[in-house]
């Protein structure tokens, strides 16, 4: 089983950069697909980005696309959110995520502790 912890939060004013990252250990990293979600206060957690285990794919969601990169370091056992452009609506715990999908298509989410981003304006 996967254990996952991030770092890289922070705060920052509105326009800057801050990178995430999230370092695993334990299972086989490259056989996860990575992600990031982000959980706003009283809000639900949503979906950010995911990089596909075999790197080929990202994906993104509308509200961070053009401004954030997720990418994975398969060696490092450690994949990255490069976030810029910031806004304050950005603000949130950032969660790393790990996936595995069964062949019948069940999927098993691993879940780090989470990093606070904090975005002033």
Not at 36 to 64: C, H, L, M
Not at 71 to 100: F, G, I, W
Request: include cysteine; charged fraction near 20%; proline fraction near 2%.
């Amino acid at each position: 089983q996967v254990q996952l912890v991030e770092s890289g939060g922070g705060l920052v004013q509105a326009g800057g950069s801050l990178r995430l990252s999230c370092e695993a250990s334990g299972g086989t990293f490259s056989e996860y697909s990575m992600g990031w979600f982000r959980q706003a206060p009283g809000k639900e957690r949503v979906f950010v980005a995911r990089v596909s285990k075999n790197i080929g794919g990202t994906y993104y969601a509308d509200s961070v696309k053009g401004r954030f990169t997720i990418s994975r370091d398969n060696a490092n056992k450690t994949v990255y959110l490069q976030m810029n452009s910031l806004k304050p609506e950005d603000t949130a715990v950032y969660y790393c995520n790990a996936r595995t999908v069964t062949p019948s298509g069940r999927s098993n989410d691993y879940w780090g502790q989470g990093t606070q981003v904090t975005v002033s304006s």
